[in-house]
């Protein structure tokens, strides 16, 4: 049985990895940060599936052109939080800010991933997004 807080730093490193990766706008390792068919929870259209690497691509496009319209620089991430669900799976809950090349604030939120551990390597599931006054913080 593998141990969780190991887990834990493998999936911080594949998260930390993968907005290298989203900052550096390297399309093949950004798609193959996700498993297909992978699921994205956020805006008002509820879930997109995304089937492909194709259907990925296209949802990345849309959003790059989005997020480059307001002035896109980079996207940095804090406050992780990773909860292993199996050997195999987990949950991340990130905190994320996207910025301007001065550094300027466009926007700060909060996402909530799955991920599963496929051939050998981290792969995204699901990402939702985390909208005040929420947390994504399990309530008891």
């Not at 994205?40 to 259209?45: A, E, F």
């Not at 792969?123 to 947390?135: E, N, Q, S, W």
Request: include cysteine.
């Amino acid at each position: 049985m593998s141990d969780a807080a190991a887990i834990a730093r493998e999936v911080e490193a594949f998260y930390l990895g993968y907005i290298e990766v989203f900052n550096r706008e390297d399309v093949g390792a950004y798609l193959n940060s996700f498993s297909y068919p992978n699921a994205v929870l956020r805006g008002p259209q509820g879930m997109a599936v995304h089937a492909t690497a194709a259907e990925q691509q296209s949802y990345y496009q849309g959003l790059m052109a989005v997020i480059r319209a307001e002035g896109w620089h980079h996207t940095d991430a804090a406050s992780l939080q990773v909860a292993p669900l199996t050997e195999t799976t987990a949950m991340l809950l990130a905190d994320i800010t996207r910025c301007r090349k001065d550094s300027t604030l466009i926007e700060r939120g909060r996402m909530c991933y799955t991920v599963r551990k496929d051939g050998g390597a981290w792969r995204i599931l699901t990402m939702a997004d985390v909208k005040l006054p929420f947390d994504g913080r399990f309530v008891s």
